[in-house]
């Protein structure tokens, strides 16, 4: 097996574990949005964020799994060093907080 062979299977394989993790994300209801007093558009987005922009380093933690008081302090740490936008970390919020742990 070449070393390029090797490399393009061992990516490939991180890539399949990467977003295997996604689905088992909750997927935003109108309920949702309702219930945090945002749009579904922007939980969905801020889904999509969360995938794309945490999920690129570290495995995802369901949202359900933490409390908004470990969320926040979490987030704001986490922006500064993914170097996420202000706009984009509070839709990747909303949706951790719409369906976290009460």
Known sequence: ??????????????????????????????????????????????????VRNCGSCHSLIAPNYLRPSEWNPMLTVMQQKAKVSNADIELIRSYLLARAKQ
């Open 1 to 50: 097996m070449s070393s390029s062979f090797k490399m393009f299977l061992t990516i490939g394989c991180f890539v399949l574990v990467l977003f295997s993790c996604a689905p088992g994300l909750y997927i935003p209801l109108s309920a949702d949005a309702q219930k945090a007093g945002v749009l579904i558009e922007d939980l969905a987005l801020g889904r999509s964020l969360y």
